[in-house]
């Protein structure tokens, strides 16, 4: 195994593997507009709040009613609603996001897009309390994304409704998306269902 065929082969190997790990870099067709995105985090008289925590019983998540999902101690963001978010959130939510969507953390392929680095800075951010409660106060107008990560929880591994097969886990790490549009002076509260 010394030998420098059996050494290339190897390296061959060890490259096509990390590679298939690796996340695909997504470029969109349109770049971040930076200034954009800057004039809609200017504050503003606005104000939206929210809760993402479903329990069985006692709300629908994504129309699975076993399903517990929450964020109680998970980030939110406030995402400008861009020429460039409105093509991030088609890729990667796989779909138009027009009002909500969701994505599982660990289906589907890795993504990393090109100038991502800007477009998350260019944020708001909050954390979902014990209760899956959030808030953005002095939002200014305009059409924004929240972003929640959240985690899909059954009650065991029957119930669990993501479940496509007898060895998937019973817990799944996510986020999920909605798109709100603000304007003069609201005070907008979400309330179910979403996610």
């Known amino acids: ?12 190997m060890a490259c096509l593997m990390l590679a298939a790990c690796a996340p695909e870099l997504v470029r969109l067709p349109v770049n971040f507009d930076a200034q954009e995105a800057a004039n809609l985090l200017q504050p503003g008289t606005n104000r939206i709040a929210g809760t993402i925590l479903y329990e069985p019983d006692r709300g629908r998540a994504l129309g699975f009613p076993d399903t517990f999902v929450s964020c109680a101690g998970r980030e939110v963001m406030l995402i400008p609603y861009t020429d460039y978010a409105r093509e991030w959130a088609l890729r990667y939510y796989g779909k138009p996001v027009t009002d909500i969507g969701y994505r599982l953390a ?44 959240v985690q899909w929880l059954g009650k065991d591994e029957e119930s669990y409704q993501f479940g496509f097969a ?6 799944e790490d996510g986020s999920v998306v909605k798109k709100i549009t603000l304007r003069g002076n609201e005070k907008r509260v979400l309330g179910g269902p979403w996610p």
């Not at 195994?1 to 061959?12: C, D, G, L």
């Not at 979902?128 to 002095?138: E, I, V």
């Not at 007898?166 to 817990?171: A, L, T, V």
């Open 166 to 171: 007898p060895e998937d886990i019973d817990e």
């Open 106 to 149: 660990n289906r589907g392929n890795a993504m990393r897009f090109e100038g991502q680095e800007a477009f998350l800075a260019a944020t708001r951010k909050t954390e979902c309390d014990d209760k899956g409660n959030f808030a953005f106060d002095r939002v200014a107008n305009g059409d924004f994304l929240i972003v929640a990560k």
């Open 1 to 12: 195994m010394n030998n420098p065929a059996s050494r290339s082969v190897t390296a061959a």
